[in-house]
């Protein structure tokens, strides 16, 4: 691993000593983050610790107080409009909420950035709309308006919506939360899809540690205002820190069963 | 001491976000307008959407109160003109208060609270959910997108509707003068028409009815940008919605008595 990072190319993603206030709530403290190519950064941590707070100085929607911001080697900060379009046109976010245009139908909320972009025909586009439609099974769904489907399939569309794109680096703000743990599965391997076959550099928020330890590269857990400890999975579930070590025992393990013998 | 400069700070900063707030919507007045041309095309079905939700939904009101506010003003005007014998004229008179100042006057009042109110409701509600924010993550220009539609269409929609609203108000005072004033239909109509034809403007156009529409189609402009920019600098959740459609609304209406009275001013002048 360490050889590895010596030569490792560039960061597709990378922060550096970034801190961030709302008024007087301090949410980032010189938080430091590195994603490569065919990287996965899996973020967990408590709620409210900032981890959307992160993503989002990522593709510029939040500017950091102190510190930088690169994607693909071009500052963030600071950036002008053009700029940052062009940024934002190599990374993807899927927004915790899912954020669909509520009044249009799921169908043309995922066409809409390849419609926008205007760079495909539009059978082309529908052909791959339909193509991501099918592999989260949302099909039978997709001329319905958000406000018509469950809360987890509208976050499947917005995990649609953010895989028509085939961007760089993806951003995915807890993308099985509110799923039921077969469909998690399918989403735990789309994201590793994704992955293996376009190579993109990828950061995963969740609380799902199962989702985590599958298609993760590497796992910082994000505590007070910065990423605690990036580590390899297997490392992370062997650390000795002890809020890592919290952290795992609260949540259940991957291979126990959700049993309910000791009601605390 | 202490407390006087932190009063006189507190007012500033009051003043510079109001600044910063109306150039916000100057400057996205002037960017929707230049979108119009070159994004005609690829927004041609949001436009068309648009005009039916601001031409249609507020028809019938716009019909009953142009209706109504003729047939007020031909009893108040009718009665006094009754006591000097006079009464005829009230054709006159109707025609020229309705055509420059009551018809784009009410139905800016309508179109404020009907169709502006709804513009800052639907963009505040996308601001508020992160739906503003996803859009921008992909790139996709709002102005042209969200704004632009509706600017355009509630400016082409508003003359259209004033105009209704006259035709109709003219009508009502019509019916009152026939009833309660012993006005012939025929003589009201024919009075109508002759005071139009006095003040013959450009193109032979009677000066009453288009600077009327132009001050509707002012109107309309005003009303769609104050709301849609309201609404994308709504935060704060539910609330947040609520704080920006009632600031949309106080402004619009603000808006239509200041520009109302300034462009009423300007074309006495000409
Ligand atoms: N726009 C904002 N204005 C003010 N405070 C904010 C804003 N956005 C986030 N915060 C604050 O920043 C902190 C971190 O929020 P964030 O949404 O990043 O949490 P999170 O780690 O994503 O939590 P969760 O797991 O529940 O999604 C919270 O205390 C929140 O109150
Ligand atoms: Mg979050």
Same mark, same amino acid.
């Given at each position: 691993?360490?050889?590895?990072?010596?030569?490792?190319?560039?960061?597709?993603?990378?922060?550096?000593?970034?801190?961030?206030?709302?008024?007087?709530?301090?949410?980032?403290?010189?938080?430091?983050?590195?994603?490569?190519?065919?990287?996965?950064?899996?973020?967990?941590?408590?709620?409210?610790?900032?981890?959307?707070?992160?993503?989002?100085?990522?593709?510029?929607?939040?500017?950091?107080?102190?510190?930088?911001?690169?994607?693909?080697?071009?500052?963030?900060?600071?950036?002008?409009?053009?700029?940052?379009?062009?940024?934002?046109?190599?990374?993807?976010?899927?927004?915790?909420?899912?954020?669909?245009?509520?009044?249009?139908?799921?169908?043309?909320?995922?066409?809409?950035?390849?419609?926008?972009?205007?760079?495909?025909?539009?059978?082309?586009?529908?052909?791959?709309?339909?193509?991501?439609?099918?592999?989260?099974?949302?099909?039978?769904?997709?001329?319905?308006?958000?406000?018509?489907?469950?809360?987890?399939?509208?976050?499947?569309?917005?995990?649609?919506?953010?895989?028509?794109?085939?961007?760089?680096?993806?951003?995915?703000?807890?993308?099985?939360?509110?799923?039921?743990?077969?469909?998690?599965?399918?989403?735990?391997?789309?994201?590793?899809?994704?992955?293996?076959?376009?190579?993109?550099?990828?950061?995963?928020?969740?609380?799902?540690?199962?989702?985590?330890?599958?298609?993760?590269?590497?796992?910082?857990?994000?505590?007070?205002?910065?990423?605690?400890?990036?580590?390899?999975?297997?490392?992370?579930?062997?650390?000795?820190?002890?809020?890592?070590?919290?952290?795992?025992?609260?949540?259940?393990?991957?291979?126990?069963?959700?049993?309910?013998?000791?009601?605390? | 001491?202490?407390?006087?400069?932190?009063?006189?700070?507190?007012?500033? =900063?009051?003043?510079?976000?109001?600044?910063?707030?109306?150039?916000?919507?100057?400057?996205?007045?002037?960017?929707?307008?230049?979108?119009?041309?070159?994004?005609?095309?690829?927004?041609?079905?949001?436009?068309?959407?648009?005009?039916?939700?601001?031409?249609?939904?507020?028809?019938?009101?716009?019909?009953?109160?142009?209706?109504?506010?003729?047939?007020?003003?031909?009893?108040?005007?009718?009665?006094?003109?009754?006591?000097?014998?006079?009464?005829?004229?009230?054709?006159?008179?109707?025609?020229?208060?309705?055509? =420059?100042?009551?018809?784009?006057?009410?139905?800016?009042?309508?179109?404020?609270?009907?169709?502006?109110?709804?513009?800052?409701?639907?963009?505040?509600?996308?601001?508020?959910?992160?739906?503003?924010?996803?859009?921008?993550?992909?790139?996709?220009?709002?102005?042209?997108?969200?704004?632009?539609?509706?600017?355009?269409?509630?400016?082409?929609?508003?003359?259209?509707?004033?105009?209704?609203?006259?035709?109709?108000?003219?009508?009502?005072?019509?019916?009152?003068?026939?009833?309660?004033?012993?006005?012939?239909?025929?003589?009201?109509? =024919?009075?109508?028409?002759?005071?139009?034809?006095?003040?013959?403007?450009?193109?032979?156009?009677?000066?009453?009815?288009?600077?009327?529409?132009?001050?509707?189609?002012?109107?309309?402009?005003?009303?769609?940008?104050?709301?849609?920019?309201?609404?994308?600098?709504?935060?704060?959740?539910?609330?947040?919605?609520?704080?920006?459609?009632?600031?949309?609304?106080?402004?619009?209406?603000?808006?239509?008595?200041?520009?109302?009275?300034?462009?009423?001013?300007?074309?006495?002048?000409?």
């Amino acid at each position: 691993m360490s050889e590895l990072a010596s030569n490792a190319p560039m960061s597709m993603i990378q922060l550096r000593d970034v801190c961030k206030s709302f008024g007087a709530n301090d949410v980032l403290r010189n938080l430091d983050l590195d994603v490569a190519e065919g990287e996965t950064l899996v973020i967990v941590g408590r709620s409210g610790t900032g981890k959307s707070v992160t993503l989002k100085h990522i593709v510029g929607l939040l500017n950091p107080d102190s510190g930088d911001v690169h994607v693909n080697g071009r500052p963030v900060v600071g950036a002008s409009i053009d700029e940052l379009r062009e940024i934002r046109r190599d990374v993807a976010y899927m927004f915790q909420t899912g954020a669909l245009v509520n009044w249009m139908t799921v169908r043309t909320n995922i066409a809409l950035p390849l419609v926008e972009a205007r760079q495909l025909s539009a059978k082309e586009i529908d052909e791959r709309v339909e193509e991501v439609l099918a592999s989260v099974g949302l099909s039978e769904a997709a001329d319905l308006l958000p406000a018509e489907i469950s809360g987890g399939m509208r976050k499947r569309a917005a995990l649609c919506r953010v895989l028509v794109l085939e961007p760089r680096a993806i951003l995915y703000d807890e993308p099985t939360s509110g799923l039921d743990p077969i469909m998690s599965r399918t989403v735990g391997r789309l994201i590793r899809d994704v992955q293996t076959t376009h190579r993109c550099a990828a950061i995963v928020v969740t609380h799902d540690l199962p989702l985590a330890f599958r298609v993760a590269t590497k796992i910082g857990l994000h505590d007070d205002g910065k990423l605690a400890e990036i580590l390899p999975p297997d490392e992370f579930r062997r650390s000795d820190n002890p809020t890592i070590r919290e952290f795992l025992a609260d949540a259940p393990r991957r291979s126990e069963p959700l049993t309910q013998d000791s009601e605390s | 001491m202490d407390s006087l400069i932190a009063l006189i700070a507190a007012r500033g =900063r009051v003043l510079r976000l109001a600044l910063e707030d109306a150039g916000f919507t100057v400057r996205l007045l002037f960017e929707s307008l230049a979108r119009v041309v070159p994004h005609m095309r690829r927004r041609w079905r949001f436009i068309l959407d648009q005009m039916i939700v601001c031409g249609l939904s507020p028809l019938p009101v716009v019909s009953i109160v142009g209706v109504f506010t003729g047939m007020i003003l031909a009893l108040q005007l009718g009665i006094e003109l009754a006591d000097i014998g006079q009464a005829e004229r009230v054709s006159n008179i109707v025609g020229i208060v309705l055509f =420059r100042e009551m018809g784009p006057f009410m139905t800016g009042m309508i179109l404020t609270a009907s169709v502006g109110s709804a513009m800052t409701a639907e963009l505040g509600t996308m601001a508020v959910s992160e739906e503003l924010d996803a859009l921008e993550c992909m790139s996709i220009d709002t102005t042209s997108f969200l704004v632009m539609p509706r600017v355009l269409a509630l400016t082409i929609m508003a003359p259209i509707l004033t105009f209704i609203g006259n035709i109709l108000g003219v009508v009502g005072a019509a019916l009152v003068s026939k009833t309660q004033l012993a006005v012939s239909l025929d003589l009201f109509f =024919r009075q109508v028409l002759e005071s139009l034809e006095a003040d013959p403007g450009f193109g032979g156009f009677p000066e009453e009815i288009y600077t009327g529409l132009i001050k509707a189609t002012v109107f309309g402009m005003l009303i769609a940008t104050i709301s849609c920019s309201k609404g994308l600098r709504a935060s704060g959740g539910a609330l947040g919605v609520g704080r920006a459609v009632r600031l949309a609304v106080v402004r619009s209406f603000l808006m239509i008595i200041v520009v109302g009275y300034m462009l009423s001013w300007m074309f006495l002048l000409i």
